[in-house]
Nanobody
Framework: QVQLVESGGGLVQTGGSLRLSCTAS????????MGWYRQAPGKQRELVAT???????DYADSVKGRFDISRDNPKNTVYLQMNSLKPGDTAVYYC???????????????WGQGTQVTVSS
C-alpha cells in the first residue's frame, strides 16, 4: 500500500507564506504526477498545481505567480510554496499522486488526508 502524508498547513495573515510538504511512502519505484488540490467549505475540490516526474508543472490561474510546486523524486516528496496568500486561499489542501509504480503493481491514484490552510484578513 501507498500512503501520502501532508504537513505544513496552518494559520497565516493575508500576504503571508506557507510551505506544504507531502511524502509518499511504500514500495514505490516511480510516481508519474504529484500535485495539490484544495477544497473550501461548500465548494468542489479544485486543482492547485501539478508536477510530473520530469519537472513539468501546471497551475490554476488563481495561484499563478504566487505558488510554486516542486518535488524531490528520490524522496517521493512534493512541496507547495505559497506566497502572497489571500483569504480566498483558505481551504483544506490535499496531496495527490497519480500512476504510482510499486514493485508489484501500478496504483492509479492516491490521496493524502488533507491539511488545513487558513488565511486571515
Amino acid at each position: 500500500q501507498v500512503q501520502l502524508v501532508e504537513s505544513g498547513g496552518g494559520l497565516v495573515q493575508t500576504g503571508g507564506s506557507l510551505r506544504l510538504s507531502c511524502t509518499a511512502s511504500g514500495s514505490i519505484f516511480r510516481i508519474n504526477v504529484m500535485g495539490w488540490y484544495r477544497q473550501a467549505p461548500g465548494k468542489q475540490r479544485e486543482l492547485v498545481a501539478t508536477i510530473t516526474s520530469a519537472g513539468m508543472t501546471d497551475y490554476a490561474d488563481s495561484v499563478k505567480g504566487r505558488f510554486d510546486i516542486s518535488r524531490d523524486n528520490p524522496k517521493n516528496t512534493v512541496y507547495l510554496q505559497m506566497n502572497s496568500l489571500k483569504p480566498g486561499d483558505t481551504a483544506v489542501y490535499y496531496c495527490n499522486a497519480e500512476n504510482i509504480y510499486t514493485l508489484t503493481k501500478l496504483i492509479p491514484s492516491s490521496w493524502g488526508q488533507g491539511t488545513q490552510v487558513t488565511v486571515s484578513s
